[in-house]
């Protein structure tokens, strides 16, 4: 490596964990208190955010992994695996 580590961008995940579960889940359980229907609306939306916030956030910490993985390790180029079938000085299987 030349002395550029690859890291995690850990901004990323927290904020579409923010944006997709604490931010709605908050203001359900502010909406619920505040209308006097303490649990419904809590409910309702944890059951609807806590799937969606899981498939969003596993899917951005993949693709930051992803993105890490190709900058420490960046893929070969594709080498043909048999360079000179013809000339490999064996011998010949179809006489």
């Known amino acids: ?3 550029k ?10 904020i ?6 604490i931010a709605p889940v908050t203001f359900a359980l502010a ?3 505040w209308l006097s229907t303490l ?11 806590i799937p969606l916030a899981t ?4 899917r951005t910490a993949l ?7 190709a900058e420490v390790a960046p ?7 048999i360079p000179n079938a013809d000339r490999d000085g064996l011998p010949d299987a179809s006489a």
Not at 39 to 49: E, R
Not at 55 to 58: A, S
């Open 75 to 81: 893929p070969d180029p594709v080498v043909d695996e």
């Open 5 to 14: 580590q690859a890291h995690v961008d850990w901004r990323q995940l927290i």
């Open 31 to 33: 909406l619920d208190w």
């Open 55 to 58: 498939f969003v956030v596993v």
């Open 16 to 21: 579409r964990l923010l944006l997709t579960l």
């Open 63 to 69: 693709s930051e992994l992803d993105r890490v993985i």
């Open 1 to 3: 490596m030349n002395g």
């Open 39 to 49: 649990p419904f609306m809590t409910m309702v939306v944890s059951l609807i955010c």
